[in-house]
């Protein structure tokens, strides 16, 4: 018991995990969806932090490589599990805002957040320069992606004709070969060079759970976050007319943080540390994985599930898209932050905040 109290001590969103009964019973009693929504997303963040951290456990025992690749693979696991629950009840938009939530969040709200606090306590803090010029290259490229459908989309009269989808379906696939090639390159070359491939030391650092352990911590997180996916997603449409809140913002703004706060605080307590790169490269490569991964996937099973998603995303998206790569590329172009670099990403991210409530969709 001792033991026990001394982890959620240690980890103390992992209180959180009382949302979980407490959700189960509200959409059983026939709580309001606004409490249903409510109690699943809190459920959903310790439940995607036991993810990651039996994802690192992991890992741990594989080595830095192969280590890496199994974060990049798993590393957004609760995030796909509900936007694929939100595709089966053809919640388009949210999932396309998602993905736009996901990719600006982790370059403005989650970079940003880690440069303020990392350079109010340890004062200007460098990196790696050249790797952050390699993840910018690769985000522009998937940028480029994203938007082409939408241009062509946006220049027909038929924004959701079958060309648009059949464009669609082949960028996703290129976007994916992209994406394995990259995987491919991080595990030919050392592991400090390659992208989102933790290093050896880092990895024992880590290590604490057995494999089965952390195996079965796996399934049982996975199949937590499954459940109250569907409970979260199930209530999204009475939410958002109760509220007022649009499906457009919950999108964008709420089912990022949800999937992936742990990962976030993460970032934060690692330019704490004064490790900056190591910060950086948990939101770029985030970022990286949503764009080049985790969005053409979506466009796959979304196919095969009967709701087609295409890659068409509104102006005001792409915009948010473009300025939070570039404004993050010159944040990081000269291989050294601070704290006011930090508050600008932050600055912009709330701007964009206010924008997507303010005039949602």
Same mark, same amino acid.
């Given at each position: 018991?001792?033991?026990? @109290? ?9 209180? &959180? &995990? ?14 309001? !969806?606004? @409490?249903?929504?409510?109690?699943? %997303? ?8 036991? *993810? ?11 080595? !830095?490589?192969?280590?890496?690749? *199994?974060?990049?693979?798993? /590393? ?20 396309? %805002?998602? *993905? ?22 340890? /004062? ?48 996703? /696939? ?9 995987? *491919? ?12 491939? !933790? ?9 604490? @759970?057995?494999? @089965? ?28 007319? /109760? ?15 949800i999937g992936n706060i742990a990962e976030h605080l993460v970032a934060v307590k690692m330019a704490l540390k004064n490790k900056m ?42 915009? %948010? ?18 704290? &006011? ?18 005039? !949602?969709?």
């Amino acid at each position: 018991m001792k033991k026990i @109290w001394e982890y959620f001590k240690k980890h103390p969103l992992n209180f &959180l &995990l009382l949302a979980f009964p407490f959700a189960v019973i509200a959409e059983i009693d026939g709580w309001t !969806p606004i @409490w249903v929504f409510i109690l699943s %997303a809190l459920g959903v963040v310790p439940l995607a932090g036991l *993810i990651g951290e039996a994802t690192e456990n992991l890992a741990s025992h594989t080595g !830095p490589k192969i280590g890496g690749l *199994i974060n990049a693979t798993l /590393g957004n696991a609760a995030e796909l599990i509900i936007t694929l629950f939100a595709i089966n009840r053809g919640l388009l938009e949210l999932v396309k %805002a998602s *993905i736009t939530g996901s990719i600006i969040g982790n370059l403005l709200f989650v970079l940003g957040l880690s440069i303020v606090v990392g350079g109010f306590k340890n /004062g200007i803090q460098h990196f790696d320069r050249r790797h952050t010029s390699n993840n910018s290259i690769l985000l522009t490229i998937a940028l480029v992606g994203l938007a082409i459908p939408s241009l062509f989309s946006h220049s027909t009269t038929n924004g959701l004709s079958q060309k648009v989808e059949v464009l669609s379906l082949s960028v996703a /696939g290129i976007m994916v070969l992209l994406y394995v090639f990259g995987m *491919i390159f991080s595990l030919k070359v050392p592991a400090k060079e390659g992208i989102g491939i !933790p290093s050896e030391p880092e990895l024992k650092e880590k290590q604490g @759970w057995g494999v @089965w352990h952390s195996i079965l911590v796996l399934a049982a997180a996975t199949g937590g976050v499954v459940w109250l996916s569907e409970l979260l997603v199930g209530s999204v449409e009475a939410v958002v007319q /109760g509220s007022g809140i649009s499906e457009f913002f919950l999108g964008i703004i709420l089912v990022p943080i949800i999937g992936n706060i742990a990962e976030h605080l993460v970032a934060v307590k690692m330019a704490l540390k004064n490790k900056m790169e190591l910060s950086m490269e948990i939101a770029v490569s985030s970022s990286l994985q949503i764009a080049l991964f985790v969005a053409p996937v979506l466009v796959f099973v979304s196919l095969i599930m009967g709701n087609p998603l295409t890659l068409v995303f509104n102006p005001f998206e792409l915009a %948010a898209l473009g300025s939070a790569v570039v404004i993050c590329y010159f944040v990081a172009a000269d291989g050294e932050s601070n704290w &006011l670099e930090g508050l600008a990403l932050l600055t912009v991210y709330l701007i964009f905040a206010l924008a997507f409530f303010i005039f !949602p969709g």
